[in-house]
């Protein structure tokens, strides 16, 4: 298993917690998968079961990868670290959108 790096957009839905007069979040995740395709599987299914509505995943590839690229800090590679170790999706950050 690796943990894959994804940016996923959501749309508003009724009783979604997200802030007043948002359009939309954007919700960076680390998934614990056997490939990517599974990691947004996983994921996308977590977040509608959380009542928030999944338009648009982005993703920036597994942990491996991205080391070798130079990308990944101390505070992001401690949370993938606890995706990988808990098999579990971390929502690491959340980003409103406003008109």
Request: charged share 30%.
């Amino acid at each position: 298993m690796e943990v894959y790096t994804l940016l996923v957009q959501v749309g508003r839905k009724p009783g979604d917690g997200l802030p007043d007069g948002a359009t939309g979040a954007a919700l960076l995740c680390y998934a614990p998968a056997r490939d990517e395709e599974e990691a947004v599987r996983e994921t996308v299914a977590l977040l509608k079961a959380a009542d928030l509505a999944p338009l648009d995943v982005t993703g920036y590839g597994p942990l491996d990868e991205r080391l070798a690229d130079g990308e990944v800090g101390a505070e992001e590679r401690a949370l993938m670290e606890r995706a990988l170790a808990e098999n579990a999706v971390v929502v690491a950050e959340m980003t409103p959108f406003f008109d």
